[in-house]
């Protein structure tokens, strides 16, 4: 089983940015921390960051041929973009939406995401927890759908 991982704009400022929201974690140790998980669960994860929303769309084309599903946490794109949503459609891979912060205790332009009708589960307000909580959930919604012998 594979999962992608999607970081969207401004993720690559982990650890330096607004640490009193996002934390101290950078990046790379999200990543590490998914990378050791996804080994404990004998899965594999694929993991990209971009601050570019047309690269976010490329990469999910292209992931769909080896992912079961995706992580994802779209940033400021989840509260703004249709196209990010139709890109997630599109593949018809079961996702899980994370967010560090809980955007629902934030301002009020963070409380909707167009994703998150769309998405398998939301996990928002942990921190790094949160994507290990999305891994780990949607690895065990892959393993009871998964289709024997497929
Ligand atoms: C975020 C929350 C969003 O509102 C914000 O735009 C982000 C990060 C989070 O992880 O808490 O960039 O998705």
């Known amino acids: 089983m594979r999962i992608a991982v999607v970081h969207g704009p401004n993720l690559n400022l982990l ?3 607004e640490p009193e929201v996002y934390g101290s974690a950078t990046l790379n140790e999200v990543d ?3 990378e ?3 080994g404990e669960l004998g899965i594999e994860v694929e993991c990209l960051q971009s601050n570019c929303e047309g690269r976010i769309l490329d990469f999910l084309a292209d992931v769909r041929e080896r992912a079961d599903g995706v ?5 400021g794109l989840g509260h ?4 990010l949503l139709d890109g997630l459609l599109a593949i018809s891979r079961p996702f899980v939406e994370v967010h560090l912060s809980n955007p629902a205790a934030r301002e009020s332009f963070r409380h909707r995401s167009l994703l998150t009708p769309a998405a ?5 307000g ?3 927890d949160s994507y290990l909580s999305g891994l780990r959930c949607l690895h065990n919604h892959l393993c009871r759908h998964r289709v024997p012998g497929a």
Not at 120 to 124: D, E, I, K, N, P
């Open 71 to 75: 992580v994802i946490n779209p940033a």
């Open 32 to 34: 590490g921390a998914l």
């Open 36 to 38: 050791r998980l996804a």
């Open 120 to 124: 398998v589960g939301v996990v928002a």
């Open 80 to 83: 703004t973009s249709v196209a």
């Open 15 to 17: 650890g330096v940015r």
């Open 126 to 128: 942990f921190g790094v």
